[in-house]
């Protein structure tokens, strides 16, 4: 069974919809802990309450990426728990070497826009502004630039005429929801192999 840690910031809706596939028995996996780098995120909460270990790091001294000492924390808590797979759910800092090398081809994210457009922050509203008519959400793994690594899957969303950022990026949510799941599962099954940047799935 494959072991995931899930690292967040926020809301943790898709670490939420992780678990229910778990629970739905359509995700063969069990999440070993729950690390936020923001004390009070409500991620760190929903461990809880369904009874997970939830551990909290201080991304300090950095602002957006998770290096030096709370790189280690992070590192020991992933060990400490067997972690096999980290999965990156809302997490606002980008994952620097040290992490990347100890878990090569092992750290997958989740992103709100069709990759390779809209990195960065804020996708849905990217995507809103810029006047695109389709966008969704993208599983990748993780390389060492921001939301550039090989693909796994990706859902598509319309962008639709009376949209907000707030009803697109709820609408692209809902993907998202069903896609990461989905990924880890492939990744679960073994069914993920890459070629070169191509991710292929054996069905
Ligand atoms: C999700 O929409 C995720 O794609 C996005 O943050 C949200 C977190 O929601 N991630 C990024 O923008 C990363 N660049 P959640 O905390 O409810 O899962």
Redesign the pocket.
Known sequence: MLNIAIL??????????ILDAIAAQKLDARIVGVIADVAD???LERARRNGLPAFYVDGAPFKTKLDGAAEQRVLEILRQQHAGVVA?????RIVKAGLLRAYAGRIV????ALLPAF??????EQALHYGAKVTG?TVHFVDEG??TGPIILQRTVPVLDDDTPATL?AR??EQ?HEAYPQALQWIAAGQVRLAGRRVLIRG
């Open positions: 967040g910031s926020g809301q943790g809706s898709n670490a939420q919809a995120a409500f991620i990156l759910a809302g997490f606002m994210n989740i992103h709100p990195p960065g922050l804020r996708a849905w959400c921001t939301d990026h692209i949510q998202e």
